[in-house]
């Protein structure tokens, strides 16, 4: 089947071009429209893609600056095949979450959400180093302008620190990117920024080690990751909760797929060198995260440091540099994702029928709200990794990776699931069965019209808790091919040589 990755990651921008044009009374329905179209592409995307093939599917590769080497060259594997179906289904339930409340100036609401859709497609297709950094700081620009237009609180002070943060990580990892494609290109070689063609040459240990820590900032920032994460309670405050939903849900994602995209495989020797650094930052994020969750009574903040402890986990997959644990970190993503925007729509809900998202004065919905309680608990389940969850199968792996690579870390990084549970529960029980702010409730169970956003998140949760091979099936030759060489390198098994350029 023929699918064109261009077309795939412009059409939810085009669709709101579109949208622009027409009465705003149209604009909503334009937007779902659109979101699932890109939704039914990727779905096809999933049920066309060869689990058995080796390297990429549904290529695009053209020249895009031929003067600089940078192509314009897309692609597909297991290590993004479900992290962009994961952007599809987020979008759509988003689109279809803001559409159900008003806004002011909405066609250019629609327009920012539409563009964040496209740079987050970009840059999980992008196969091209120099296209990859293109989308990944557009990926900002939109994020900045509907939080600040259409944020609450501190808003101004929200993205005053968002565009800080990422901006000074996006500078570090253009500087990387284009030492990259220069340093790499040694005697007759041309310059390139092809990540597969870049995997192929080496560069010297010292190189790589700079190169590395400037990827690695923008990575951990974009997560976020402690001690990186110090714009995120405002950020997290700030934001529309539907927007907030697929930027938590979402982005951090984009960030731990470019460490097996591009930084394992182009640099394992400094991936190697640094790897008990990258594992000591991720056991802090995974310790600091659940203790700040169960801390803090502003919801959205709970699911914030738990993000922050998640995304913890995900890194330690990621460089326990053995197979096990980098097939846990893809499915991690995927089921973090599916479950911390059902989580934010439950926030709404909840703030809606007691006008506050401070636990304090959440409570008595249980019976109240049988249903909505229900999705609740699933979704509090998942989070703290229940056994029969794919949450639980996600973590598994990883930890079993880990202590494959590292067991010390691995022991250390086990209370991380004790303390999940501790957080995941608390924010359940106080924000259904406690009695305070009963009073104030004005209505109790969830709408047929909100139903439409919850129960499908809820049911693909419910999926992939039934069936998680789904994913694992189709990422475990990329995934293996993405930490063969660092592992390789780690084990002792083989010894590159570097050669200056």
Do not use: C
């Not at 794919?390 to 494959?404: C, D, M, P």
């Not at 909100?450 to 992939?464: C, E, G, H, N, R």
């Amino acid at each position: 089947m023929t699918i064109h990755l261009s077309i795939v990651i412009f059409l939810p921008l085009a669709v709101a071009v579109v949208g622009l044009l027409l009465p705003t009374a149209l604009v909503r329905g334009v937007a779902i429209v659109g979101s699932l179209l890109v939704l039914a592409y990727a779905i096809v995307i999933v049920a066309d893609f060869e689990s058995g093939a080796s390297g990429l599917q549904y290529v695009t590769n053209d020249v895009w600056i031929s003067e600089l080497g940078i192509r314009w060259k897309l692609g597909v594997d297991g290590l993004n095949l479900f992290l962009i179906l994961l952007t599809t289904v987020l979008w759509t339930a988003s689109t279809v979450w803001a559409s159900l409340r008003s806004w002011d100036r909405p066609k250019l609401f629609f327009l920012h959400l539409a563009l964040a859709e496209t740079a987050v497609l970009g840059a999980l297709t992008a196969q091209d180093l120099a296209l990859f950094v293109v989308f990944f700081d557009l990926m900002l620009v939109p994020f900045f302008f509907l939080t600040g237009q259409w944020g609450t609180g501190e808003r101004v002070r929200a993205t005053t620190k968002l565009v800080i943060y990422t901006l000074v990580g996006s500078l570090l990892m253009l500087s990387a990117a284009v030492a990259t494609g220069v340093l790499s290109a040694s005697g007759d070689q041309s310059i390139t920024f092809e990540i597969s063609a870049l995997a192929e040459r080496t560069l010297p240990r010292g190189t790589q080690d700079w190169i590395f820590l400037f990827f690695a900032a923008a990575f951990l920032v974009k997560m976020p990751a402690f001690p990186l994460h110090g714009w995120m309670p405002d950020g997290y405050t700030s934001m529309p909760l539907p927007v907030l939903a697929v930027f938590s849900g979402v982005l951090s994602k984009v960030a731990a797929y470019g460490f097996l995209r591009i930084v394992l495989p182009v640099f394992p020797d400094a991936t190697v060198h640094y790897q008990e650094f990258m594992l000591l930052l991720a056991l802090m994020s995974i310790l600091y995260g659940s203790v700040m969750a169960f801390t803090t009574t502003q919801v959205r903040l709970v699911l914030g440091y738990s993000s922050v402890a998640q995304l913890g986990f995900i890194v330690l997959g990621i460089f326990a540099l053995r197979e096990t644990g980098a097939q846990g970190a893809i499915l991690q993503a995927v089921n973090h994702g599916l479950v911390v925007a059902p989580a934010f729509f439950v926030v709404a809900l909840l703030a809606e029928r007691v006008g506050s998202e401070d636990l304090r004065d959440m409570g008595g919905l249980a019976l109240r709200a049988p249903v909505l309680a229900t999705m609740a608990l699933i979704v509090t389940f998942a989070i703290l990794a229940m056994p029969g969850s794919s949450n639980f199968v996600g973590e598994f792996l990883i930890l079993l990776g880990t202590f494959q690579s590292k067991i010390v870390f691995a022991f250390v990084a086990s209370t991380g699931v004790v303390l999940a549970a501790v957080y995941a529960l608390r924010l359940f029980i106080r924000a259904f069965h406690n009695d305070r702010g009963v009073e104030r409730q004005e209505s109790r169970e969830i709408s047929l019209r909100d139903s439409f956003v919850l129960v499908p998140l809820v049911a693909a949760i419910v999926a992939l808790a039934l069936y998680p091979q789904l994913a694992l099936h189709r990422s475990e030759r990329s995934t293996t091919q993405a930490v063969a060489e660092a592992k390789a390198l780690a084990t002792g098994e083989v010894a590159r040589t570097a050669v200056m350029p």
